[in-house]
């Protein structure tokens, strides 16, 4: 592949859709410290796809070439089609195409750029690759907001496929017999790790206060899950008239929440 000509071909194609003079609220929206010069996504997609359509037999050495070569360029447009083309060849990258995307994490700024290469090739990558797992727990004490940004995003593909519990999963086992008999009942034969198993573990943290406020404080992340147990009793208490002020809230209990109540309450 003539990268050179390849990639003079796509930023003319680029330059070929942008709109007159930018597209400065895109730009905006999109947080990118670049100019954008307004092509959309379904305008993107079929740039890519047709060079695609012309190179199918592109190595994991010509994706790294042309995606770094675009990377290079100095619009949104030109870095985002770089991530597209190593998204659309994730199944072929190599070791220098993690290097290559590594790098150019701490290049990218706002959502739309950070969003696009940790849920696209890096996700892919990282699922592919679980040892990768490690990096983004690297990348989760970075200094670098958005570089932890694209780590929380790069969980992507685990998260569609159900498996976001396998880069935990340590020694805990469910093991049946043919019978269906639970063998692991106890913790002497349910293993849960303890200082004879654990490593040495390094603990990061990295404040960022919230700028809403003075204080800089934040909600804590089980917010979302508090109200749930409330809005369940809550449910319960209109349909049923009962007043419930306690949790878990068995049949059985529920039955006698019923038959305490006044009839017509």
Same mark, same amino acid.
């Given at each position: ?27 905006? %929206? ?10 959309? !996504? ?16 592109? #190595? ?14 100095? #619009? ?15 199944? $072929? ?59 929380? %995003? ?20 469910? !093991? %049946? ?5 639970? @063998? #692991?009942?106890?913790?002497?034969? %349910? ?7 654990? &490593? ?7 404040? #960022?206060?919230?700028?809403?406020? &003075? ?10 899950? $508090? ?8 449910? @319960?208490?209109?349909? @049923?008239?009962?007043? $419930? ?12 929440? !019923?038959?305490?109540?006044? !009839?017509?309450?």
């Amino acid at each position: 592949m003539n990268v050179a000509a390849e990639h003079r071909a796509l930023v003319a194609q680029i330059k070929k859709h942008e709109k007159k003079g930018g597209d400065a609220w895109l730009q905006k %929206y999109v947080g990118s410290p670049l100019p954008v010069l307004g092509l959309s !996504v379904p305008q993107m997609r079929a740039i890519l796809a047709a060079f695609r359509k012309g190179h199918r037999g592109a #190595t994991a050495k010509d994706a790294n070439a042309l995606a770094g070569a675009l990377w290079r360029g100095t #619009t949104f447009e030109e870095k985002a089609l770089a991530i597209m083309m190593m998204d659309a060849h994730a199944k $072929i990258l190599d070791e220098a195409s993690w290097g290559l995307l590594d790098g150019w994490v701490d290049g990218c700024v706002g959502w739309g750029m950070c969003d696009s290469i940790g849920a696209g090739p890096i996700a892919k990558v990282v699922h592919a690759k679980p040892g990768r797992f490690r990096e983004l727990l690297r990348w989760a004490k970075s200094a670098n907001p958005w570089r932890r940004r694209i780590a929380l %995003y790069a969980l992507h593909d685990y998260v569609l496929a159900k498996e976001l519990d396998k880069p935990f999963t340590l020694l805990e086992k469910l !093991v %049946y017999d043919e019978n269906g008999q639970l @063998l #692991t009942q106890t913790f002497m034969d %349910y293993l849960l790790p303890t200082i004879a198993e654990v &490593p040495k573990v390094e603990i990061g943290h990295i404040e #960022t206060p919230s700028p809403l406020n &003075p204080l800089g404080v934040k909600g804590a992340g089980e917010a979302g899950v $508090i109200p749930v147990a409330a809005v369940f009793a809550s449910a @319960l208490d209109d349909a @049923l008239g009962t007043r $419930i002020v306690e949790m878990p809230l068995s049949h059985a209990r529920l039955l006698e929440l !019923v038959r305490a109540t006044p !009839v017509g309450t």
